[in-house]
């Protein structure tokens, strides 16, 4: 079993930044791609970043291209989420995800592993 624990979530004014924490316990995230999505009130789970095995490949969705940065830390079996620039648009809960693969997916229903979420709420 892998167990996903997120952190860094918060309170902030838009214009600053964040960086969320993703812990995985049980198993080494070395070879799993891993995943950020995120969830508004009311809408439904969006892609936000990925990053292959290695952290070689990146993928971000575009309205976060730019922005935000993913990372990860083998060694340390985290992976983490720099989110600069913040708007009230990135208002969500932040959810880490681990797949069982080395290439990266946008697609939420390829990963297999899933944190209980972080709140990032970003006021005006």
């Known amino acids: 079993q892998v167990q996903l624990v997120e952190s860094g979530g918060g309170l902030v004014q838009a214009g600053v930044s964040l960086r969320l924490s993703c812990a995985a316990s049980g198993r080494t995230i070395s070879s799993a791609a891993m995943g950020w999505f995120r969830q508004a009130p009311g809408k439904g789970r969006e892609f936000v970043a990925a990053?292959?095995?290695?952290?070689?490949?990146?993928y971000y969705a575009k309205s976060v291209k730019g922005r935000f940065t993913i990372s990860r830390d083998n060694a340390r079996n985290t992976v983490y989420l720099q989110m600069n620039s913040l708007k009230p648009e990135d208002t969500a809960v932040y959810y880490c995800?681990?797949?069982?693969?080395?290439?990266?997916?946008?697609?939420?229903?390829?990963?297999?592993?899933w944190g209980q979420g972080t709140q990032v709420t970003v006021s005006s």
């Open positions: 990053i292959s095995w290695s952290g070689s490949s990146t």
């Open positions: 995800a681990a797949r069982t693969y080395r290439e990266v997916s946008t697609n939420e229903k390829q990963y297999d592993y």
